[in-house]
């Protein structure tokens, strides 16, 4: 710290740069959605500031609380099936064989360099009706001879409903949960679990007891990055989901672009920011108390 107080053109020739990019292209159009908000439409393209409360009011709608309450349990139900799915695959990754990481590693990294876009027209091709799926089903379901006793084999709807979207959402997001709970995992003292098993606890115990306490900073975090962005999806649901799955992500692309509503857009956008805001200082607060009581 006395470093840059000796030397402060060199903190600046770092910090401003960084801070105009925040600040242009971050904070400034976040200011103009927030004040967007609270004005009415006067026309096609003309929006006028009122400080109206009556787009927040109208979110409060029973269609609308409908759609938000369906996105925060899907959102729920893909963070929990990432955390599920993830954890044994970081804890598997973080116990492998050093040679052996990098590749692991680079498996779950890999997603991350072919378009998310592509990713989910590829889903389609796994769940439509004559997709890959049904394929593997129909084969399996013809090799048994279920077709000389139960008839033909009636493809399963997997496409254009609330399977599709979790399906889709919870192969998006995967290594955001894989890639902190590895983390996490990996810093692990291993003394620990050798130590728990050797006073007799057993593996679920030792696990329950030791192990998830003790990455639990990897957990929260892997769920706060699955949660937030699943809450706020539109692309995937849209593919995948058609009329049948839409999610509150849906509605606010659908007034920015159809619906031309912008205000309305934006109130939308805010509360989900609002709720979100909320739900990180509410686990900030629970861990400064949990932290202050271990004290």
């Known amino acids: 710290m006395e470093s840059w107080r000796k030397h402060p053109l060199v903190f600046w020739v770092f910090a401003l740069p960084g801070t105009f990019w925040l600040f242009v292209f971050f904070l400034a159009p976040l200011g103009f959605i ?3 908000s609270f004005g009415e439409k006067r026309g096609i393209v003309d929006i006028e500031i009122t400080w109206t409360l009556a787009n927040y009011l109208r979110a409060f709608e029973p269609v609308y609380l409908g759609i938000i309450w369906k996105s925060v349990w899907i ?13 044994p695959v970081a804890f ?31 889903l389609i091709a796994v769940f439509r009706t004559r997709g890959y799926v049904n394929f593997a089903l129909e084969w399996i379901y013809n090799a048994l001879w279920l077709d000389h006793l139960f008839g033909p084999f009636q493809p399963l709807t997997l496409l254009y409903n609330n399977f599709a979207v979790v399906a889709g959402i919870t192969y998006v997001f995967m290594p955001f949960m894989v890639l902190p709970l590895y983390a996490s995992i990996e810093k692990l003292d291993r003394s620990y679990l050798e130590a728990s098993l050797d006073l007799g606890a057993s593996q679920f115990r030792t696990f329950w007891k030791v ?25 995937i649901p849209d ?9 509150i992500g849906n509605v ?3 007034q920015f672009k159809s619906a031309n509503d912008w205000p309305f857009g934006a109130a939308l956008s805010f509360l989900l920011m609002y709720a979100t805001f909320g739900a990180l200082a509410l686990r900030s607060l629970m861990a400064g108390r949990k932290s202050g009581m271990e004290v």
């Open 92 to 122: 598997a990754i973080a116990f492998a064989k050093p040679k052996w990481k990098p590749w692991l590693l680079l498996g779950v990294i890999l997603p991350f360099w072919v378009n998310m876009l592509i990713r989910t027209y590829a």
């Open 75 to 87: 959102s729920i139900l893909v963070t929990l099936l990432c955390l599920v799915i993830a954890y």
């Open 239 to 247: 593919l995948l989901g058609g009329t049948n799955a839409q999610m």
């Open 252 to 254: 606010i692309a659908r």
């Open 211 to 235: 192990t998830l306490p003790l990455t639990m900073p990897g957990v929260v975090s892997g769920v706060i990055l699955v949660f937030i962005p699943a809450l706020g999806s539109f692309l």
């Open 34 to 36: 927030w004040l967007m």
